[in-house]
């Protein structure tokens, strides 16, 4: 039986007993007098209090104490105690068990209202996408339902469709609104080639595209699953609170059973009274706010993550970011746009870019990109390139033409001849932040071809917003030292690391961490072990599988800027948890001594009822603590000079 029902039937049952609360003092009693209150607080307490009880009766059995424990011996207490008093013809206080139990439910009822509000940025995100998709089939197109596409399939969009699935545009053009899935507001440009996401909504042109990835393979079923696993992880400090209810639960029998004895063989309280202040301090100290602290918040803080295209995986990185001292950057693809192009190319262009389109013709490295895509603009054929091989960490060697041609980096300089001007025009590229690639002949240098990677446009200022927050920030490259400081100097980076070999980076997240702990920023495959490494894994959205998997934080916009706003909501979800814990105790610390009867003499108690409602409102404090989350400022922006 749902929270819900269990609370309707717990409040219609009450009902009659608070009217008749309520009438007394007129000298109205309810019908039936006590077996009417016997028989409708028996129904609550088998009905709508069994819960509470089987759970109890359950850590019992593995000497364990939760919260349920509290509520049901609390409740049981009065419930029996009553049903004595009845048969002594003593006064009864049923209605107290059955307003407990319902006080408690109310409470629990709106929880779950507020968990499922929490919790609705997972519902908004699978209502985005497309219910069916019109894909050719047989030479035609037909409509069909979404879960019928399959990877293959080429879809047709027309303006203001959803996008079905992943995929590859192969005819038109057009621009989409990724707003649902990236959080960026500006609709993006695509053409021929360029990928396309799921649920997506395509503004103004239509084309065709290819299906990559359909089903649960989909960016937005991966979404879906990492903001389910967040919103269910738990955060360290949870094994706290944890650890705190097991200790708090006995500690309150114990206080319970000390107030009876106090007042019932010490100051001479009827048993009645005596046990109502033992059962109202069981009642108020029932901590069902703290099973709710860090959960409510952890949902809170990670669904408004993913409305703004960051993807938080779990609870334990808000606690890791509250301490990191220094953020560590990947250049390319993370500071850069990760799109080099040839600028210059120095000697004979024509046989420098022959030689090296012949050369970079089979790899993938995106230098290699950029100077086949040269060679193409310029119109230049390559020549066929025989005994192809890798020179270890410095470029590529093969014979064209019978003579033994070589493309690399300046790491080949130890073993070939470079003229003097050769080398002076290397530097002064080098200084303009452009990565050198030489070019040669039979062990002597022919010419070199400069290639940049210009900063992304908000790098400047998301490295200034990081700087502003105290954090010292590093960039870690393969590149060389020239090139790196001059990117560095250009966006404000403290710091820079160089010529660091892929497998090394991980090395140095660690030298790094000795100092302080560590967020790492990247998005390739050879980022992986850093940001596993690191306290703070964050991998750029666009980015490998493999480097998305090994980090704690996603950054569906590919936005450097969306660094210092991770941080920031992450912070504040944290310390949302922190500032739940404190409501969740406070009502416990202040509750048990007006409960225990300290402040009698002043005419201040609380009865059972009232302390359930108290406790009812300590649970609602800290969800709606947790929801108010949503409406937190995350600023962090700064003015750049």
């Known amino acids: 039986m749902t929270i819900t029902k269990r609370f309707w039937i717990a409040l219609i049952f009450s009902l009659p007993m608070l009217v008749g609360m309520i009438l007394m003092p007129f000298g109205i009693m309810i019908p039936g007098g006590e077996w009417t209150q016997f028989i409708l607080t028996t129904i609550v307490m088998a009905v709508a209090a069994r819960p509470f009880i089987q759970s109890a009766w359950a850590s019992f059995k593995k000497h364990h104490s939760n919260m349920d424990t509290l509520v049901a011996i609390g409740t049981a207490t009065a419930y029996i105690y009553s049903i004595y008093a009845m048969i002594t013809h003593q006064a009864v206080f049923f209605e107290s068990a059955a307003f407990v139990v319902t006080f408690v439910l109310l409470g629990q009822v709106f929880e779950e209202?507020?968990?499922?509000?929490?919790?609705?940025?997972?519902?908004?995100?699978?209502?985005?996408?497309?219910?069916?998709?019109?894909?050719?089939?047989?030479?035609?197109?037909?409509?069909?339902?979404?879960?019928?596409?399959?990877?293959?399939?080429?879809?047709?969009?027309?303006?203001?469709?959803?996008?079905?699935?992943?995929?590859?545009?192969?005819?038109?053009s057009s621009t989409v609104d990724e707003s649902m899935v990236t959080g960026e507001s500006m609709p993006v440009t695509k053409k021929i080639g360029d990928k396309v996401i799921g649920s997506t909504i395509n503004s103004n042109g239509t084309f065709m595209f290819k299906a990559e990835k359909v089903g649960s393979d989909t960016m937005l079923s991966q979404i879906v699953e990492l903001v389910k696993k967040a919103q269910n992880s738990h955060a360290p400090i949870q094994n706290?609170?944890?650890?705190?209810?097991?200790?708090?639960?006995?500690?309150?029998?114990?206080?319970?059973?000390?107030?009876?004895?106090?007042?019932?063989?010490?100051?001479?309280?009827?048993?009645?009274?005596?046990?109502?202040?033992?059962?109202?301090?069981?009642?108020?100290?029932?901590?069902?706010?703290?099973?709710?602290?860090?959960?409510?918040?952890?949902?809170?803080?990670?669904?408004?993550?993913?409305?703004?295209?960051?993807?938080?995986?779990?609870?334990?990185?808000?606690?890791?970011?509250?301490?990191?001292?220094?953020?560590?950057?990947?250049?390319?693809?993370?500071?850069t746009n990760?799109?080099?192009?040839?600028?210059?190319?120095?000697?004979?262009?024509?046989?420098?870019?022959?030689?090296?389109?012949?050369?970079?013709?089979?790899?993938?490295?995106?230098?290699?990109?950029?100077?086949?895509?040269?060679?193409?603009?310029?119109?230049?054929?390559?020549?066929?390139?025989?005994?192809?091989?890798?020179?270890?960490?410095?470029?590529?060697?093969?014979?064209?033409?019978?003579?033994?041609?070589?493309?690399?980096?300046?790491?080949?300089?130890?073993?070939?001849?470079?003229?003097?001007?050769?080398?002076?025009?290397?530097?002064?590229?080098?200084?303009?932040?452009?990565?050198?690639?030489?070019?040669?002949?039979?062990?002597?240098?022919?010419?070199?071809?400069?290639?940049?990677?210009?900063?992304?446009?908000?790098?400047?200022?998301?490295?200034?917003?990081?700087?502003?927050?105290?954090?010292?920030?590093?960039?870690?490259?393969?590149?060389?030292?020239?090139?790196?400081?001059?990117?560095?100097?250009?966006?404000?980076?403290d710091e820079v690391i160089a010529d660091v070999l892929p497998g090394d980076k991980a090395d140095h997240v660690e030298e790094l961490q000795k100092q302080g702990k560590v967020a790492f920023v990247g998005d390739g495959i050879n980022d992986a072990p850093a940001l596993t490494m690191a306290d703070v894994g964050i991998a750029m959205g666009s980015g490998t599988d493999i480097a998305i998997e090994s980090g704690g934080i996603v950054l569906m916009k590919n936005?450097?800027?969306?660094?210092?706003?991770?941080?920031?909501?992450?912070?504040?979800?944290?310390?949302?948890?922190?500032?739940?814990?404190?409501?969740?105790?406070?009502?416990?610390?202040?509750?048990?001594?007006?409960?225990?009867?300290?402040?009698?003499?002043?005419g201040l108690t609380l009865s059972p009822e009232l302390a359930g409602l108290a406790m009812a409102f300590s649970s609602l404090s800290v969800v709606t603590s947790s929801v108010l989350l949503n409406k937190a400022k995350i600023d962090t922006k700064v003015k750049i000079a």
Request: hydrophobic share 50%; charged share 25%; proline share 3%.
């Open 113 to 172: 209202r507020m968990r499922n509000n929490a919790s609705n940025a997972i519902e908004k995100l699978v209502d985005l996408q497309a219910k069916e998709a019109e894909v050719v089939r047989n030479g035609k197109l037909v409509k069909i339902p979404l879960a019928e596409v399959v990877a293959g399939d080429l879809i047709k969009v027309k303006p203001g469709q959803k996008i079905a699935v992943d995929g590859v545009i192969t005819e038109g």
């Open 240 to 335: 706290l609170t944890d650890k705190v209810s097991e200790i708090f639960v006995p500690v309150v029998l114990i206080l319970s059973i000390l107030t009876f004895l106090v007042w019932y063989v010490f100051l001479g309280a009827t048993i009645a009274q005596a046990l109502i202040f033992a059962v109202s301090v069981v009642v108020i100290a029932c901590p069902c706010a703290l099973g709710l602290a860090t959960p409510t918040a952890l949902m809170v803080g990670t669904g408004r993550g993913a409305k703004m295209g960051i993807l938080i995986k779990n609870g334990e990185v808000l606690e890791e970011v509250n301490d990191i001292k220094t953020v560590v950057m990947d250049k390319t693809g993370t500071i």
């Open 338 to 493: 990760g799109k080099p192009e040839v600028t210059d190319v120095v000697g004979d262009a024509q046989k420098v870019l022959k030689i090296a389109a012949a050369l970079e013709e089979s790899s993938e490295h995106p230098l290699a990109t950029a100077i086949l895509d040269k060679a193409k603009a310029d119109s230049i054929q390559a020549d066929k390139a025989e005994s192809f091989q890798a020179i270890e960490c410095k470029g590529v060697e093969a014979i064209i033409n019978g003579q033994k041609a070589f493309v690399g980096n300046d790491k080949l300089l130890n073993d070939v001849k470079i003229t003097a001007d050769l080398e002076n025009k290397m530097v002064e590229l080098q200084n303009e932040a452009k990565t050198v690639v030489f070019v040669g002949l039979n062990q002597e240098v022919i010419g070199m071809i400069a290639i940049q990677d210009a900063p992304k446009a908000t790098s400047k200022e998301a490295i200034a917003t990081l700087k502003a927050r105290g954090l010292r920030t590093v960039m870690l490259t393969g590149d060389n030292e020239r090139v790196a400081q001059a990117i560095a100097q250009e966006v404000g980076i």
């Open 559 to 602: 936005d450097l800027r969306d660094v210092a706003k991770a941080l920031e909501l992450s912070k504040k979800t944290f310390n949302r948890i922190k500032l739940n814990l404190f409501w969740a105790f406070i009502y416990n610390v202040l509750g048990i001594p007006v409960t225990a009867g300290l402040f009698f003499a002043v």
